[in-house]
């Protein structure tokens, strides 16, 4: 008879995610002195930008709100004991969605007529608080400008709520020369609707956009340490509250001439040694990187050849290095921006990715 195999652990990669807790508190303080009128919302949708929802919820203990994306994000948050405000971004898909909403306190995020029927139909003697969302330039979700007046009478007939409050997003934010965000505030401004709770700030909002500073702000990416404008890596003071760690795996040394890894990408001007790291695209490290560089021992390695499932190919010619250093692939260096701008994506990719694969590793709790 076969034997059972044993149980696999519950991480099997090498690649480790450290989260600083520490940073997460500096941030959100951080954007809160920003915006010291508004309440601020930490947005910890898709397990926290993979920082991890309930640890960075419970390390924000003072947060005013938090925002997840759907409501099965915010069931484990209540039943690990948070009990602040949670906004459901994405709203509901269904009647079950919206009696969850009912039954663990949950703001719905409202953006389609059918939403707001679904609510008045709920048989419930309990009360929510939703949001309706305005479509003032985003163009995913939120009412038009005709239809947001005659959504908000249709939900205020409803016996089953408590506050309302209304919301939008700006699309442009991240770029403080665009004139969209003014666009898309000069929209809200006239509805004449000053009269109830809005959100309008995003991260970038927070920092660059201060008219978007009203009632209720967003704080997503920024709370993470991430810059959140296209053309800077970081605002002063953020911190950034991953590192993205594995090691070194082998050491090689090619002669000249002597290509690397698949397709040949890299082929050696001279005599190098190479450091194979144990991380990968496996592990959230992105594909379509060129060039970049991690950190070994205090010392900048520059990645060659291309970025497979398990392994990474760096120059350590020169450098002082032995198989199980440690490597930074991403952290206080480089920056995850900086990696994400060389792969053509952003840091919101990056840290979804490696914080589903890695190891979590949690400092700085108290």
Not at 4 to 27: E, F, G, Q, W, Y
Not at 28 to 56: E, M, W
Not at 196 to 205: L, P, Q, R, T, V
Request: include cysteine; glycine fraction near 8%.
């Amino acid at each position: 008879m076969t034997k059972p195999l044993p149980p696999l652990p519950p991480h099997t990669r090498h690649s480790r995610i450290i989260i600083d807790l520490a940073a997460i508190r500096s941030n959100y303080r951080l954007l809160k002195s920003t915006a010291p009128n508004s309440k601020v919302i930490a947005v910890i949708k898709a397990d926290a930008y993979g920082h991890g929802a309930i640890q960075v919820a419970r390390t924000l203990a003072d947060a005013d709100a938090f925002a997840v994306a759907t409501s099965l994000e915010a069931i484990p948050l209540r039943e690990a004991g948070i009990t602040q405000k949670i906004i459901v971004l994405g709203g509901v898909v269904n009647a079950v969605e919206m009696r969850s909403c009912f039954d663990y306190q949950l703001d719905p995020v409202m953006h389609q007529f059918w939403q707001v029927e679904l609510l008045q139909q709920m048989p419930t003697e309990a009360q929510i608080e939703p949001w309706l969302k305005y479509n003032s330039g985003m163009g995913r979700l939120g009412f038009s400008d005709q239809n947001l007046k005659q959504a908000l009478a249709q939900l205020k007939q409803a016996n089953n709520i408590g506050t309302i409050r209304l919301m939008t997003h700006l699309a442009n934010a991240d770029d403080d020369s665009d004139p969209s965000s003014s666009e898309q505030l000069s929209r809200v401004k006239a509805l004449s609707l000053q009269d109830y709770e809005w959100g309008i700030a995003n991260s970038a909002g927070i920092l660059g956009w201060p008219k978007s500073r009203v009632n209720w702000v967003r704080a997503g990416i920024a709370l993470y340490g991430s810059d959140p404008f296209f053309d800077r890596d970081t605002t002063p003071k953020l911190q950034p509250a991953m590192q993205f760690k594995s090691q070194i795996l082998a050491i090689n040394t090619l002669k000249k001439g002597q290509s690397i890894g698949y397709g040949g990408l890299h082929t050696c001007a001279q005599d190098q040694t190479i450091g194979v790291v144990a991380a990968g695209y496996a592990d959230g490290y992105p594909r379509h990187l060129t060039g970049g560089y991690v950190m070994l021992n205090g010392q900048r390695a520059n990645i060659v050849g291309r970025v497979s499932m398990d392994m990474i190919t760096i120059d350590i010619s020169g450098l002082q290095a032995k198989p199980g250093d440690e490597v930074t692939l991403w952290g206080d260096a480089p920056l995850a921006n900086e990696i994400a701008r060389l792969s053509e994506t952003i840091s919101y990719e990056l840290f979804c990715h490696a914080g589903c694969h890695g190891r979590k590793e949690f400092i700085n709790k108290n």
